[in-house]
């Protein structure tokens, strides 16, 4: 029994590295807080400094890492979890988690530099493209420890908001931008109103193409479907990813997008393009 448990045990050690699976180590003191709420002063600054159009400088983001770990750590103490007094409301909550979750994945760039595709995290196995670094990280976060793909799936999209895809970035040039900006609580809903409206009306995520007579699209739109197919109809509009396009894009985004729709183009996702999201 104990020569079985040795080897099951061993076998499991192995499969964890193969994987990559790995908890990150953030060993940063966190940033000092107000008594309540979240104080995001230092990440919309940071931000700022950081982000430009066209992508994200990591040379700026690595000269402050060891700030942006400080941030990591405030986040692994505090959140709606751990301290729900100071989340008192859904938009203190869901922007807590969209700002965890842009910091997080700069963090992961940051602390797995250099690399030139999320996809190049990876274990000696890699189930399916960018299972290291989506699946395979985990960062403390609220009291606990997620990876990206949990956060993503079973906490953010559970708020039930399509205009989530918007907001966060998974440092690839098909992303939609990452915002120079904070999401903040009292301007959340006007926040995501605008990098909705930027998504739905940018050619790399919304286009029509007269010669081929088809209306191309992200493939963040076939990925997750039914999520914009549910916004759309709260919308008050059919259920279809074309109508929440429709009800964000901008007014000749949306009269292009109609009168292609009205000829019977058809709709093509585009490939995704992984290649870091870097200046």
């Known amino acids: 029994m104990l020569l079985i448990s040795l080897v099951i045990g061993a076998t499991g050690m192995l499969t964890v590295k193969a994987l990559g699976l790995r908890s990150v180590a953030v060993d940063a003191e966190p940033l000092e ?4 709420g979240f104080d995001y002063t230092w990440w919309n600054a940071a931000l700022g400094r950081w982000v430009r159009p066209g992508g994200v400088d990591y040379d700026a983001v ?3 890492e060891g700030d942006l770990r400080r941030f990591i750590a405030t986040l692994g103490e505090i959140g709606p979890r751990l301290t729900p007094e100071r989340f008192t409301t859904e938009p203190e909550r869901l922007a ?13 760039v940051a602390d797995n530099w250099p690399i030139d595709t999320v996809h190049d995290v990876r274990g000696w196995l890699d189930p399916r493209a960018g299972f290291g670094f989506f699946y395979g990280l ?4 609220d009291g606990g420890t997620v990876n990206l793909y949990d956060l993503e799936n079973e906490v953010i999209r559970g708020f039930v908001d399509a205009r989530i895809h918007a907001a966060i970035n998974c440092a690839s040039k098909s992303c939609p931008a990452l915002m120079p900006y904070a999401f903040e609580p ?3 809903d006007d926040q995501l109103d605008a990098v909705t409206r930027t998504f739905c009306s940018d050619s790399p995520h919304v286009r029509v193409d007269d010669e081929a007579e088809e209306i191309q699209l992200s493939a963040i739109f076939e ?3 039914p999520d914009f197919e549910e916004h759309a109809r709260r919308l008050g509009r059919p259920a279809t990813i074309v109508d929440f396009i429709l009800a964000f894009a901008t007014p000749e985004v949306a009269a292009a997008v109609e009168r292609a729709e009205s000829a019977d183009f058809d709709v093509v996702f585009q490939p995704y393009d ?3 999201n870097r200046l």
Not at 33 to 36: A, F, K, P, R, V
Not at 96 to 108: K, P
Not at 138 to 141: I, K, S
């Open 186 to 188: 009292a301007r959340l």
């Open 33 to 36: 807080q107000l008594d309540t």
């Open 138 to 141: 985990r960062f403390p976060l």
């Open 62 to 64: 690595l000269a402050e």
């Open 223 to 225: 990925w997750y479907q």
């Open 274 to 276: 992984w290649a870091l």
């Open 96 to 108: 807590y988690y969209i700002n965890a979750y842009n910091a997080l994945v700069l963090f992961a």
